[in-house]
């Protein structure tokens, strides 16, 4: 399953640009099939992301994140978890048999937090950029028009099992887990 970013040289405001929704549902959360998604782009090689969660009263270990590789083989992966007034974590995961990892947490720039409601109802978010430092630290290079990134978005609950997907996750897997991404396609504006 693939999904389409864009790479533009300007800022783009996070409204216009599709939304990877959060669509497959594994175990039961315990506050339902929440609707969520995540909006990327690629800005001189960092992606600026916007994460959005329509949950009004979340659990203080409920969360939603982003996985992405620029280099599949080597088989690690950074991810960006984001929690409701708690701001955001990047971490450096390795992918392996019997679950996914982390092994050291990086520096990212702080989150700007939103909150607010629409004709969806009450939401919590937040925007942030994955810095191209981080990028070019872990995989020697940075993402650009043409690629194929590798890549999965999760709506998940520290204190359960249960998690969302915007990519189908083989049974028996959890949440971040390289086995199940889909890739971002990357391409010009």
Same mark, same amino acid.
């Given at each position: 399953?693939? !999904? $389409?970013?864009?790479?533009?040289r300007d800022a783009l405001p996070m409204e216009t640009l599709p @939304? =990877?929704?959060?669509?497959?549902?594994?175990?039961?959360?315990?506050?339902?099939?929440?609707?969520?998604?995540?909006?990327?782009?690629?800005? +001189?090689? %960092?992606?600026?992301?916007? #994460?959005?969660?329509?949950?009004?009263?979340?659990?203080?270990? @409920?969360?939603?994140?982003?996985?992405? &590789?620029?280099?599949?083989?080597? /088989?690690?992966?950074l991810f960006v978890s984001c929690a409701k007034g708690q701001g955001g974590a990047l971490w450096l995961y390795r992918a +392996?048999?019997?679950?996914?990892?982390?092994?050291? /947490?990086?520096?990212?720039?702080?989150?700007?937090?939103? %909150?607010?409601? *629409?004709? /969806?109802?009450?939401? =919590?978010?937040?925007?942030? #950029?994955?810095?191209?430092?981080?990028?070019?630290? #872990?995989?020697?290079?940075?993402?650009?028009?043409?690629?194929?990134?590798?890549?999965? @978005? !999760? $709506?998940? *609950? &520290?204190?359960? %099992?249960? !998690?969302?997907?915007?990519?189908?996750?083989?049974?028996?897997?959890?949440?971040?887990?390289? %086995?199940?991404? +889909?890739?971002?396609? #990357?391409?010009?504006?």
């Amino acid at each position: 399953m693939s !999904f $389409l970013i864009t790479e533009s040289r300007d800022a783009l405001p996070m409204e216009t640009l599709p @939304a =990877w929704k959060i669509t497959h549902f594994y175990g039961e959360p315990a506050r339902g099939c929440v609707y969520a998604y995540v909006r990327c782009y690629v800005r +001189g090689g %960092s992606i600026p992301f916007s #994460v959005t969660v329509f949950d009004g009263a979340p659990r203080k270990t @409920a969360r939603i994140g982003f996985a992405v &590789t620029l280099d599949d083989a080597v /088989q690690t992966y950074l991810f960006v978890s984001c929690a409701k007034g708690q701001g955001g974590a990047l971490w450096l995961y390795r992918a +392996g048999e019997g679950g996914d990892t982390p092994v050291r /947490q990086l520096q990212m720039p702080a989150l700007r937090e939103l %909150s607010g409601s *629409d004709e /969806q109802g009450v939401y =919590w978010g937040a925007e942030g #950029v994955l810095p191209a430092e981080a990028l070019r630290e #872990v995989f020697g290079c940075v993402p650009k028009a043409g690629d194929l990134l590798p890549a999965g @978005a !999760f $709506l998940y *609950d &520290t204190a359960e %099992s249960a !998690f969302g997907s915007a990519c189908p996750v083989p049974p028996g897997c959890m949440a971040p887990g390289a %086995s199940g991404f +889909g890739a971002l396609v #990357v391409v010009p504006y």
